[in-house]
């Protein structure tokens, strides 16, 4: 027999009663009834219930034994007695009774149990991260997570792509978060940089005829960490398509996402082919968002001349300005007093004067506005919102005026509360869309200037013409991502692959063509000699993980994720270098005063 094991803790069955096996694992968990000690060994594939009883030659050693103890046990499988199995255990027909037992590791007493959903510190789970993935719900998430980037790989082997891996130390380049830097040793002064994303690289790959690219691509940023978005390293299924339009994109991934999902939902529906089409500008103004969550049913609208010149002095004054709008929020069944006094309250909260309202009450055949609003603007401006909106009785209208720029943030996050609230928003479903027809350019109010608004190698719609004649920041271009339930799961666009187009559209953001040459030289080189219209998209893995996994936080679905500080407390990284290592990278450290 095998030194430690002659099954893994999740292989007997009742086909094994009577035989002879040995398992090694981790005492899960240990209860004493009446003398007899039961214990749930667990390994990775699964948990044996063990018995020992006081005739039993290895009772002494298993008295000593104490939760997440490594033991290796022998003895006899046996049917666990009439009432006492456990029909949510693959093992859980039988139980092993042991003849022998070695204690293989002792564990100290833990800083956080792995037994139970109990909640620890986010400090506590990551300096013992180790003892956290023995946990049962991170360690089904982790293999979830292995499960999926293996169906992604068949998925897209069985689409024609290949994969290959690109560079890791390159260099810096602008594309919209700070980069990692690595000093160089050899040459003095110097950095390389870890790649935000293999965009040059994967499309140079098109420049060298591979046609089609795919990888799970590390990427690097330095950003600030937020809930959906890991400090420091996160992964993306990274994909390039030769000769290809955006529908072609399109008809190859959205069969790849679905079928992913739909393999591991759990039986909850996916948005079936072929995905909505919304261009940028309609969902920020529907939904107040360019990654919308469709689970929630409400729609935004213009309700702009129903207020123009009216009664309510506050939103008339307001639409004097051209660029101003009024937004109604439809909600259905919101329309009671104490629901819009706690909307009112939420959104003061969040910064606002407040939340204007409509609430709709029969009145006989007729359905009436009550509220300051209605008492204002007049029955037949109340009755013209109610019938644009599709409202009842027992609905109510919530309203937000002013620069739609300014406000469409908060007028999204509104939309979101009500549906959460009024329980509109279907939680057991995943809603996809195509996100489409991005801005080129955007203005930054901090610098003055005009400012790539989502990748800056893409193509803008009308190409070269459109960036030479048209106003830039009119400029739609051929970017998309895919949203699903409030989340950007994917970005990509058709490619630039024109040089005097790269430089004109590099220009129109402030850089000149030696900065263009300087900063991408390789790539600006390529599409001097035969470059083909190419395009591709990366879709995030760990959001597409911790969808499925149903958790709200990417730290569930990595294996050694950095705190929000951007620290790895299991590590100690960052960490000081020593006086040698920095001569040998020619540093010295300037650290700023306390």
Known sequence: MHRYRSHTCGALRASDIGAEARLSGWCHRIRDHGGVLFIDLRDHYGMTQIVVDPDSPAFRDAERVRAEWVIRVDGTVRRRPAGTENPNLPTGAVEMFVTALEVLGEAKELPLQVFGDTEFPEETRLRYRFLDLRRERLHRNIMTRVKVIESMRARMRDAGFNEFSTPILTASSPEGARDFLVPSRIHAGKFY?????????????????????????????????????????????????????????????????????????????????????????????????????????????????????????????????????????????????????????????????????????????AVVGQGPIANNIGPERVEAIRAQLGLRDGDAAFFVAGDPEKFVKFAGLARLKIGEELNLTDKERFEFAWIVDFPMFEWNEDEKKIDFSHNPFSMPQGGLEALASQDPLTIKAFQYDIACNGYELASGGIRNHRPEAMVKAFEIAGYGEESVVERFGGMYRAFQYGAPPHGGMAAGVDRIVMLLCGEANLREVALFPMSQRAEDILMGAPSEATPKQLRELHLRVNLPEK
């Open 193 to 365: 940089a870890l790649p935000q994303a293999p965009q040059q690289y994967k499309q140079l790959l098109m420049m060298a005829g591979f046609d089609r690219y795919f990888q799970i691509a590390p990427c690097f940023r330095d950003e600030d960490p937020r809930a959906d978005r890991l400090p420091g390293e996160f992964y993306q299924l990274d994909v390039e398509m030769s000769f290809v339009e955006q529908e072609d994109v399109f008809a190859v991934m959205e069969p790849v996402i679905r079928g992913v999902f739909e393999e591991f939902s759990a039986g909850k529906p996916v948005t079936p082919s072929p995905w909505p089409r919304i261009p940028y500008a309609e969902a920020m103004a529907k939904y107040g968002s360019d990654k919308p969550d469709l689970r929630n049913p409400i729609v935004m609208q213009d309700v702009s001349e129903h207020f123009r010149g009216s009664g309510f002095k506050v939103f008339a004054r307001i639409l004097e300005e051209a660029r101003n709008r009024v937004w109604a929020i439809p909600a259905a069944g919101g329309g009671s007093r104490a629901f819009c006094d706690r909307m009112n309250s939420w959104a003061q909260g969040e910064g606002q004067p407040g939340l204007g309202y409509l609430m709709f009450k029969a009145d006989g055949e």
